[in-house]
């Protein structure tokens, strides 16, 4: 049966329990392995989610094509001289965002949640949420358990593929996925989990997938960077008490609507948006084709 929101906060309200207990009992059902063994791969997920969101930080990190790198530093230095516009708390978030995009385009070991090219999304939303919170690594793990409820959605219904539903199936899954977990973290109840996904998602609609040379670098790593920031302010509107107008299952439908009429030239082909811009091109052939 295809996960929907409305079922899973029925189960919910059922068992008197939050999110993370229902996905932990399908992660069990689904997987066939015990709690423990959920746990402790759970664990290793979040240990890898810190690494790359550091790990790119304070050194360049250059991409294996030899394209992209280093913005991970430049953003990072610059939360370090306080002069964000934003402050410090979404700067640095941008930078451990581009950090774990960095890992990935470097082939550095990365958790895809939910897919390779919006992977720093949410290590940097936890980690934002660690650093300024002083969450501990259970809750955390919790926190993952959320986004795998919110991911399993969009998985049954839509789906994460930028190839098949443009960019928005991959930093708008992973914005709202990492956008209920804030509100999870922040003690609010599923109602308002499923509002900041919601509006991470609706924030995004539409968004295309047009990297350069079809490598996921540029402006994969922009994207990283925004999907933070989306999430954090999904979160923030949701737990405000903005009113959602639709529901999570259908920005969902609508998602996949959006995605099935977008042009193959805009589904990670290479071949339209920016990916076909002079300056792209030029790239391209120094670094992808060696022209
Ligand atoms: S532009 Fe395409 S390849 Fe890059 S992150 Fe978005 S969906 Fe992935």
Request: proline share 2%.
């Amino acid at each position: 049966m295809l996960t929907k929101m409305k079922n899973l906060k029925e189960r919910c309200e059922e068992k008197n329990c939050d999110l993370w207990e229902i996905a932990l009992e399908d992660e069990i059902e689904n997987t066939g392995k015990s709690e423990e063994e959920i746990w402790d791969r759970l664990q290793r997920t979040l240990d890898v989610m810190k690494k790359s969101a550091q790990a790119a930080l304070e050194t360049e990190i250059i991409s294996v094509t030899g394209m992209t790198g280093g913005n991970a530093k430049s953003m990072h230095d610059y939360f370090l001289n306080g002069e964000s516009v934003l402050g410090d708390t979404p700067a640095l978030a941008m930078a451990m965002a581009l950090s774990t995009s960095e890992i990935n385009a470097a082939m550095g070991i990365i958790a895809a949640a939910p897919t390779a090219g919006s992977s720093g999304i949410l290590p940097a939303t936890l980690m934002t949420m660690y650093k300024k919170y002083g969450y501990s690594d259970d809750e955390l793990k919790k926190a993952l358990l959320v986004t795998s409820a919110i991911g399993q959605v969009i998985f049954d219904n839509a789906t994460f593929a930028g190839a098949e539903g443009g960019c928005q199936a991959e930093t708008g899954s992973a914005a709202a996925m990492a956008a209920a977990a804030v509100c999870f973290l922040r003690g609010y109840d599923i109602q308002i989990q499923e509002n900041a996904a919601t509006a991470a998602l609706l924030n995004i609609l539409g968004l295309v997938c047009d990297p350069i040379g079809g490598m996921v670098e540029f402006p994969c790593n922009l994207r990283n960077a925004n999907g933070v920031m989306n999430a954090l302010a999904s979160a923030d509107m949701a737990m405000a008490n903005v009113k959602m107008i639709v529901t999570f299952d259908e920005a969902v439908d609508a998602l996949k609507r959006v995605g099935d009429v977008l042009p193959a030239r805009l589904r990670e082909t290479g071949e339209g948006g920016i990916a076909v811009c002079p300056s792209a091109l030029k790239l391209k052939a120094k670094y992808i084709d060696g022209e």
